[in-house]
């Protein structure tokens, strides 16, 4: 596959602090990408500069052969951004809306029908055509942009929070959408690890400036996690009496009053419910957070409150 983005020694400057110091990392042609940042606001830093509204502060990055920095704008013709946050202009129909939009791209009159055609398609949304960008749902605005991403012949899209404040049906919906779009290049920037982990076949993981993990999100849960989590909701008191219990057999951590046990190949709940006492367990498969939380023990914020 061919190298679309490649980042070599980049290094940015946030508002506070450096929120890349000197990584390096590769996509490929028609993978999903995931860039996740547990100091969240310096998410911001690289989405804008990979979106060409900021320039590296030393190093590259390389974007479809181009130089960020120096070449912005014609990277800019073959790149598209989704960003969650940004208004759209609501008294035109999604037709007319997109029809104005494709055209700043110098496509026939053809071309422009049948790219906007294919993307309402793919997004899902062609029975909205002659609807007004001002009746649609968030999820249908969401939907949307989508479309509008894909109208341009993009060779590489932006994503910034794409299911933030949806309701969880249409947060499933929008990732179904996202695994459709085949031979591009998608950037996934977000707060939601459920994101990377349904959306994404690579993945990349900050920490203080520096990637810590990365790898496909499916095969980094399988190698660093066993088959299942279960959790109980316990105090302090009930914490230290049952760890002492299980301290020789399971891997477990106590925090804000629940006890996650991470059970292995070879343990199995059952044997785990006998030994813990508790009314209010749950048992879940293991997920990226649970791989950050016990591999390298940093606790997350959980962002679905924010939704």
Known sequence: ????????????????????????????????????????????????????????????????????????????????????????????????????????????????????????????????????????THCERRQLLIARSLVVNAKVIYVKNITKYLEHRDILYIRKLFKKIKGVTVCIFTDDLDDVEDICDEAYFFKQGQIFISGNPKQLIKENMGKEVVEFTINKKEYAYFSQRIKDNYDFQYSDGVLKVYLNIGQDSMTLLSLILCDQVVIRRPNLQDVITKKFSIKLVDNKEQK
């Open 1 to 136: 596959m061919e190298t679309v983005i490649e980042a070599r020694s980049l290094t940015t400057q946030g508002k506070l602090k450096q929120s890349l110091k000197g990584v390096h990392f590769q996509t490929q042609t028609g993978q999903k990408v995931g860039f996740f940042f547990l100091d969240q606001e310096n998410n911001e830093d690289l989405f804008r500069l990979f979106s060409g509204q900021a320039a590296p502060t030393a190093g590259e990055l390389i974007v479809l052969g181009y130089p960020m920095g120096t070449k912005n704008g014609e990277v800019k013709e073959l790149t598209a951004v989704i960003d969650s946050e940004e208004n759209l202009e609501e008294s035109f129909t999604v037709r007319e809306y997109l029809n104005i939009f494709v055209g700043y791209y110098g496509l026939s009159v053809k071309n422009q029908r049948i790219n906007i055609l294919e993307a309402l398609r793919i997004a899902e949304i062609e029975d909205k055509e002659d609807d007004l960008v001002f009746d649609l």
